[in-house]
C-alpha cells in the first residue's frame, strides 16, 4: 500500500526501487569484478627504472560469488544485466554453460579510480 505511485502512498519523492531475490530460490553464480589494468594513467611512463609490467594492477581481476533470480539462469551468452547498486553485467559466451552463466562486469556504478586519483 505504500508503494510509490499508489493512491495510498505518502507524498514522497522516491530516488528508486530495490528489488531483493529471495535467498532461498536463489541462484549461485561466479561474477567477475574487472578493474584498471594498470595502477597509472600512463604505464609506459618509466619512473625509477620500473616497466609497464611493474605498473599492473594486482586487483584488476577479482572474482565473486553472487546470488541472482533464477530467472537469470537461462541467459544466453551477451545478454545484460543491471545488479543493484554494483554496476552492469553480461553473461559471458564463452565459460558460461546452460543453467549456469558466469557474469563478466562491464560497467561499475561507482567509480573507484576517480577517487583514487582525487587522493593524491
Given at each position: 500500500?505504500?508503494?510509490?505511485?499508489?493512491?495510498?502512498?505518502?507524498?514522497?519523492?522516491?530516488?528508486?526501487?530495490?528489488h531483493?531475490?529471495?535467498?532461498?530460490?536463489?541462484?549461485?553464480?561466479?561474477?567477475?569484478?574487472?578493474?584498471?589494468?594498470?595502477?597509472?594513467?600512463?604505464?609506459?611512463?618509466?619512473?625509477?627504472?620500473?616497466?609497464?609490467?611493474?605498473?599492473?594492477?594486482?586487483?584488476?581481476?577479482?572474482?565473486?560469488?553472487?546470488?541472482?533470480?533464477?530467472?537469470?539462469?537461462?541467459?544466453?551468452?551477451?545478454d545484460?544485466?543491471?545488479?543493484?547498486?554494483?554496476?552492469?553485467?553480461?553473461v559471458?559466451?564463452?565459460?558460461?554453460?546452460?543453467?549456469?552463466?558466469?557474469?563478466?562486469?562491464?560497467?561499475?556504478?561507482r567509480?573507484?579510480?576517480?577517487?583514487?586519483?582525487?587522493?593524491?
Amino acid at each position: 500500500d505504500t508503494r510509490s505511485g499508489s493512491e495510498t502512498a505518502p507524498p514522497r519523492k522516491v530516488k528508486g526501487t530495490i528489488h531483493w531475490a529471495n535467498a532461498t530460490d536463489s541462484l549461485e553464480v561466479p561474477v567477475r569484478l574487472y578493474d584498471r589494468l594498470f595502477l597509472t594513467e600512463n604505464p609506459e611512463s618509466a619512473e625509477d627504472g620500473k616497466t609497464f609490467l611493474d605498473n599492473l594492477n594486482p586487483d584488476s581481476l577479482e572474482t565473486i560469488t553472487a546470488f541472482v533470480e533464477p530467472s537469470v539462469a537461462d541467459a544466453g551468452g551477451g545478454d545484460k544485466f543491471q545488479f543493484e547498486r554494483t554496476g552492469y553485467f553480461c553473461v559471458d559466451s564463452k565459460d558460461s554453460a546452460p543453467g549456469k552463466p558466469v557474469f563478466n562486469r562491464i560497467v561499475p556504478l561507482r567509480d573507484s579510480w576517480a577517487k583514487m586519483q582525487a587522493k593524491k
